[in-house]
Nanobody, 122 residues
Framework: QFQLVESGGGSVHPGGSLKLSCKAS????????IGWFRQVPGKEREKILC????????EWSDSVKGRFTGSKDDDKTTVWLQMNNLKPEDTALYYC???????????????RGQGTQVTVSS
């Protein structure tokens, strides 16, 4: 069974850091790009960044540039989202997704995990 499972969310103070993971089971990420997205109830889903099949990163969101970084493990089953200098407006449900393509441009969240909640507050 193919699954994407996110973990690493939690509650932090502004300025804090979290590192989220997105682990693939039932398949490896050798050939697939993975996008990180976030969702706040009542708001449109936001695309954050993407890791292509080669491990290259594409930043989608200006609001996280310089603060969030994506990477992929050498084992090709886990993608990471390092989030630094977190702000209250970063509070959201974060999830990873793929559309089974290898590149990032136009990547859709066709197949996604359940997500992990990140809450930033003082």
């Amino acid at each position: 069974q193919f699954q994407l499972v996110e973990s690493g969310g939690g509650s932090v103070h502004p300025g804090g850091s979290l590192k989220l993971s997105c682990k693939a089971s039932g398949f490896t990420l050798d050939y697939y790009a993975i996008g990180w997205f976030r969702q706040v109830p009542g708001k449109e889903r936001e695309k954050i960044l993407c890791i292509n099949s080669y491990g290259g990163m594409t930043e989608w969101s200006d609001s996280v540039k310089g603060r969030f970084t994506g990477s992929k493990d050498d084992d090709k089953t886990t993608v990471w989202l390092q989030m630094n200098n977190l702000k209250p407006e970063d509070t959201a449900l974060y999830y990873c997704a793929t559309d089974w393509g290898s590149s990032c441009p136009g990547l859709k969240d066709d197949y996604r995990g359940q997500g992990t909640q990140v809450t930033v507050s003082s």
